[in-house]
Each structure stands twice: as C-alpha cells, then as structure tokens.
C-alpha cells in the first residue's frame, strides 16, 4: 500500500488548470522525484499534496486516508512535512525558534510524542548548531534552505516534501544537500517526494521520477529510463 | 510657564497618551497580524467604558464593596472580549484575506452600528463612574493636588506593554503569533490553524481595547461617540510609531499625547494641527514609522 497516492487529480488556479489527472504514489522510505520545467506543474503538485491548493476533482490518500479535503495544518499534524522553494523563514525569528516552531504548535495541540527527532534532525544538519542565535533573516539561500528542511523535519513527518531544495546551490553545496537528502531517509526512514528542474540533480537521490510537462505526468520510471531517452531529456531541459 | 504647571501638563499628556497606547496596541495586533485596519476598534474601547459603568453602576447601587467595583474593570473587559467572538467570525474571518480598503469600509460601518447602538441602550448624556477615582482621593505634586488614580492607569497600562512584550518574544505562543503574522500558509504548512489562531488573537486585541475603556471610565466619562476621537489620533500614532510596532506605539502615542497637552496649554486652536504636522513629516521623512520594518522578499 503506497504511503502517498493521488488518482487523476485536477488543480485550478483562476481559471488556468495548472494540474491535468495528476496520478502519481510514493511508497514509504522512497525517495520520488518530480521533474520538469518551470511552470511545468511541479509546485502546484506539492502545493495540492499539502493542501495550499485544492482539487477540482480527484482523490489524494495518505497512509490509506482521504485527505483531499483536509486544510493544511491537518496534513502537517497527520505527518506531511514541507520545505517550499521559497524557503518560507520566519525572518523575525531565530534559527532556534524556527526549528522549534512546529515543536510548540504540536505540544501545544497535544497530537503527536516528541520522540528524539531533534538530536536526529541536529545529527543530520550539524551546522545547525552553529547557526542557533542567527536570525531568519540573515540567512544565506544554502543556510535557508537547510533550515527550512530541518524545520520540516522537526515535525517528524513520514512524508517530507521538497520543493527545489537544489535550485540554486554552488556546485559543492549541492553535492552536501543531496548527500543530506539521502541521509534523511537513511536516518529517518520517511518517504521524501521532492520536486527538481535539473535532471542531473534528481539522479543524484531519486529512487524514481516522475517527468511533469503542461500540468500532466509524461513520464513515470527510472532515473536511467530518462537520462537514456533523449526525446524525454529534452523536454526536462526545455531545448 | 512654572515648573509645577510643567509637571502636571506632561501628567495630562501622558494620561491622554496611554489611552491612545491602549487602542493602537490592539490596532497595532489586528493589522500586526491580520492585516485588517479594524476603525470600530474605537467602539470596542468605547464598549469596554459603557458595559464597565453599566457593572460599577449596579455594584455602587448595592452597596457592594470596593474591590467588587475594582473587579468590574476586568470583567467589563472581558465581555467586550466576548463580543470579539462573534464579530470575528461574522465580519472579520472574511476581511483577512482583501485589501485594506475593505476592511476601513467595513469596520467604519461597524463603528457607527456600535456608537448608535451605545446611545440607543444607554442613552446620550454622559454617563460617571467615579467612586474608585473618589476613593483614590489626590496626591500633592510640587505643591498641586493631582488624583491618584491616574497614577493607577500609568502603572497599568505599563505593565500591559510589559505584559505584551513578554507575551510576543518571550512565549511561545507569541512566538507563533509572530511567525504567523508573517507568512500565515508556511504557519499552516508546520500544523498551525491559522483560523482558530486568529481568534484568540482577535480577542486579546479586543479585549485590550475594552480594558482602556473600562480602566479609564472611573477617571473620565462614558459618552456618546466617546470612540471616534481616539480612533483618529490612534490612526496616527500607529503610523508614526510604524505599523505593527509595539515600542512605536508606545513612543509614539507619548509623543501626541505630549504635543496635544502642550498644545492645549499653549496653543488651543493648533493642538490637532501640530499632532498631524508630525505625521505629515514622518510620512516624508520615514515612511515606515520609527520603529516599523522595512519588508523583505521572505515577507509573504
């Protein structure tokens, strides 16, 4: 049974259909990702798993439960973690406090055990430490990023969406993140679906993709299928 | 001008600038947080003064105690925090996501429903609840009597703002309410629900608004359109400290509060007109306000 799973699902934004019988799954302890252009569809995909954008029609089951029409804060509490492209920093608040954040609503809401996920989530991402005092906003695109995915994590999801997480990245800082992306799943053992332009960079961590293109899937396999067919390469690349 | 005077003017000023402090602060969290310029929040204040003497009216007439009529401060307070949870659902959950205008329009309807609705229950004169004011009796202050009991509303409305400052960058839940208050969907995304969320927020700023009217009642009067006044002034105080700014609001509603008094004692006929100069050149000098944030791209 797959962890995550969307049947045809269609997604407005207006009146734009920004999302064509969408039908992808994710499996526990997999790492899936979305790949295609920009604008492709691949946002409006985790931003309708999250529930930031509501389907018109069809169905999103996690761990075997309706959720398509929960609002957001419900699938955060069912376990569905997101670091968006944006980063989504509270600028006003520190490093600490941004990681803490999804601990204190969690307590606060008696849902979940807080378990040891903080010295995992420090354990993976151990410059944390040194960023703890330094505030939201003087963070570097590479140090946001981290921290976004960090704070994601802190709500000890069994499923973490990320959206981009590479876009961006100097050379050698990309090859980290990925390494850390792996080393999520290897400490954590959640589901990872996450959301790529760069071909190269998904083959880097992916287990499978999907190729988005206008809305829809074109393509759903192997990392290999894709980097061998050129016809779908070319499309990822846009030329 | 004499020292004494001085002394007593900048009493009065500060007296008048902590009202304003106490309306701009809820003003300050409504916007802070939900983006929404809340105009009736002079009604609510004036709520606060009106159900307050309703409550000290009743105790006095029964010979209550005098902690009773101290106790009808805070309960006063709180069911004007009580209509909060019915004017939020209905009008305001729907202003939080359209632009400011909206909800200026919006809300000054509301003011007026609430100011017609005061006078038709408790009619149009001047309503006193002096007995704590009386009770209090004076203090002599190089050589002039001033009443004690507005040294009562300093301390009280200083400890709010230390209350409140505490609240938002000490607590968690302030700590919350702040990220929130920036990008409420991220705030969703980590398990926050942001509705419920809002209406605790909307009561504590209603509730504060009716605390100011009902603290300060014993020392003034209820009256009719007792809001709109306050209202205007706590506009430009919000602007002038910088919109969202706990300590501008402070600064800020020190300083009108100050010019207005000085003004009065000096220049009667340019009080206003000085209070708004400062806030045409604030405007021009730094939009932002003293203390207000510049955005950055992260701000959603």
Redesign the interface.
Known sequence: MALLELERVNTFIGSVQVLRDISINVDKGEIVCLVGRNGAGKTSTIKTI???LRPKSGTIRFKDEDITDL???RR??LGI??A?D????????TVE??L???K??????R?QSGSNIEKEVHAIFPELDRLRKRE??VLSGGEGKMVATA??LM?NPELLLLDEPLEGLAPIVLVRFAERIKKIREALGIAILLAESNIAHASRVADRIYVVERGEIVYGGSVEDVSRDEQLNRLVRGF | MDPETVVIIILNGMFYALSLFLITIGLNILYGFMKVLNIAHGGLYATGAFLTWALMNTAAKAGYPIYILWLCIPVGAFLVGLLALVIEPLLFKRLYRLREEYSLLATFGLMLVFDDSLRMIFGGSPLSANQLYNWMGTLTILGKSYPTYNFVIYAFAIAVALGLWIFFFKT??G??L??TA??R??????????SILYTETFFLAVFIAGLGGAIYLPATNAYSGMGFEPIVLSFAVMIIGGLGSLKGALVAASMIGLVRAFGIALMPELELAVVFLILIITLIVRPRGLFGKKF?R???
């Open positions: 999250m529930g930031l609002p957001p804060y955060a509490r973690g997101l968006p944006y980063r989504g920093i509270f600028t006003d608040l406090e941004n803490q954040f999804p204190w609503v969690i307590k606060r809401n849902n939201g906003l704070r994601a709500l | 968690k839940m700590r919350i702040r990220g920036q990008d969907e991220m705030s969703a995304c980590l398990g926050v629900n942001v950055t992260e701000e959603k």
